[in-house]
């Protein structure tokens, strides 16, 4: 089974700065995607940004970009100009790329509390 | 367009009481999903469905049941419940194939006590 691992429960980042959240997992498989979603006080699953595993090219969506490293299974999330409403907490999740009817069920990693300070 | 609605946003239950929650879409998506979320755990998968008539046991499926008689509804049942069910509960849909990312509904608070 795949297990997805966010070892930071807390993180911290000035306004305007920039942070890098990490997040790393463990599979067999070669054919998957990851993503990140934020989920802001309202409890909203918003997703901000994917990553297909056999792009090498990282992904990236205005301020927020991914540092995806297949062979070490790391795929951390860098938010640039940090602003007072990207507070929130930012989950990791992989998805197998295999269609088997077993679904898009996504696994998620325990989440990383990012607060942004004045 | 309403995307994923759940219903109700919030519940207080009794422990051995019952209820459905309901998960309702609008985007003709095949696949439906129930999470439920902890503190410290992240989202875990209840159970999901590929299609109508269709349900499956995700992760954490003990105490709870499910149905999908229409394909845009999926419910979401505990027949007893019990105060380890206190959570909150997201149901999510998607399409069948390609990178189709899950869509989320508002989530739903439960307490049981």
């Known amino acids: 089974a795949q297990t997805v691992t966010q070892s930071q429960p807390e993180m911290s980042v000035q306004e305007a700065e920039t942070v890098t959240l990490s997040c790393t997992y463990d599979?067999?498989?070669?054919?998957?995607?990851l993503f990140w979603y934020k989920q802001p006080p309202s409890r909203q699953m918003i997703l901000v940004i994917r990553?297909?595993?056999?792009?090498?090219q990282n992904a990236t969506e205005n301020r927020f970009s991914v540092n995806f490293q297949k062979a070490a299974k790391s795929f951390s999330l860098k938010i640039s100009d940090s602003q007072l409403g990207d507070a929130a907490m930012y989950f990791c999740?992989?998805?197998?790329?295999?269609?088997?009817?077993?679904?898009?069920?996504?696994?998620f990693g325990t989440g990383t509390q990012l607060k942004v300070e004045l | 367009n309403a995307g994923v609605t759940q219903t109700p946003k919030f519940r207080v239950l009794k422990t051995g009481q019952s209820m459905t929650l309901l998960c309702a879409q609008d985007?003709?998506?095949?696949?439906m999903y129930w999470y439920r979320q902890d503190p410290g755990m992240g989202l875990r998968l209840i159970h999901y469905?590929?299609?109508?008539?269709?349900?499956a046991k995700g992760e954490v499926p003990d105490g709870y049941n499910v149905s999908r008689l229409k394909k845009q509804n999926f419910l979401l049942g505990l027949e007893s419940a019990a105060p380890s069910q206190t959570s909150v509960y997201f149901c999510a849909s998607s399409w069948r194939t390609g990178a189709n990312v899950l869509t989320f509904g508002a989530g739903s608070r439960l307490t049981v006590l």
């Open positions: 469905s590929v299609g109508e008539g269709t349900t």
């Open positions: 599979t067999s498989e070669s054919d998957y995607y």
């Open positions: 990553q297909e595993a056999y792009k090498q």
């Open positions: 999740a992989y998805r197998s790329g295999e269609v088997t009817g077993g679904g898009n069920k996504l696994t």
């Open positions: 985007m003709n998506h095949e696949y």
